[in-house]
């Protein structure tokens, strides 16, 4: 109902606050509510992504890349465009975590998906930071071809 809607925009759009001013704690705790009282909200998978940003930001990593892969799997087919931002997502949580290799495979995986993402992030941000991922693992050629592809993004 329409009235259900509401309430569920509602109450995402004050977890997502939690997560725009850093209170972590109370965003994971609202994003679990909202995943276990609204498995049937249209909204459910959205807020998994919010889910798995708070885990990420309370350095609760395998948390965070397990919603992620649970989201990526089973949004692939109905909701491209939510599958492809939680490989984007994922991206973030491998870097922090030193695992570059695994970091340009989920950038990969949502550059492939980018017809699904914001021009700015299938265009720019994805190949920016596969250039710098790749410097840091000392491919040279690799970096500078994804800053070339970064560069033409911006036009």
């Given at each position: 109902s329409?009235?259900n809607?509401?309430r ?5 759009a004050?977890?997502?606050?939690f997560?725009?001013q850093?209170?972590y704690q109370k965003?994971?705790e609202?994003f679990?509510?909202?995943e276990?009282?609204?498995q049937t909200?249209p909204?459910w ?7 798995a ?10 948390q965070a890349?397990?919603?992620l ?5 089973t949004?692939?087919s109905r909701?491209?465009?939510i ?11 491998f870097e922090d975590?030193g695992?570059?290799?695994r970091?340009?495979?989920?950038l ?5 998906q980018?017809v699904?993402?914001k021009?700015?992030i299938s265009?720019v941000?994805?190949?920016a ?7 840091k693992?000392?491919q040279?050629q ?9 560069l033409?993004?911006i036009d």
């Amino acid at each position: 109902s329409e009235q259900n809607i509401q309430r569920d925009q509602a109450e995402i759009a004050a977890a997502v606050q939690f997560l725009k001013q850093k209170e972590y704690q109370k965003a994971n705790e609202a994003f679990l509510k909202f995943e276990s009282e609204r498995q049937t909200s249209p909204f459910w998978l959205s807020a998994q992504l919010g889910l798995a940003d708070s885990f990420h930001q309370l350095g609760q990593s395998d948390q965070a890349i397990q919603v992620l892969r649970r989201v990526r799997d089973t949004s692939l087919s109905r909701s491209p465009g939510i599958a492809a931002m939680a490989s984007y997502q994922m991206s973030f949580v491998f870097e922090d975590l030193g695992q570059f290799e695994r970091t340009l495979a989920a950038l990969s995986e949502a550059e492939n998906q980018g017809v699904h993402l914001k021009p700015q992030i299938s265009k720019v941000e994805i190949p920016a930071r596969k250039s710098i991922v790749f410097a840091k693992l000392g491919q040279t050629q690799d970096s500078q071809a994804a800053m070339a592809r970064a560069l033409r993004g911006i036009d």
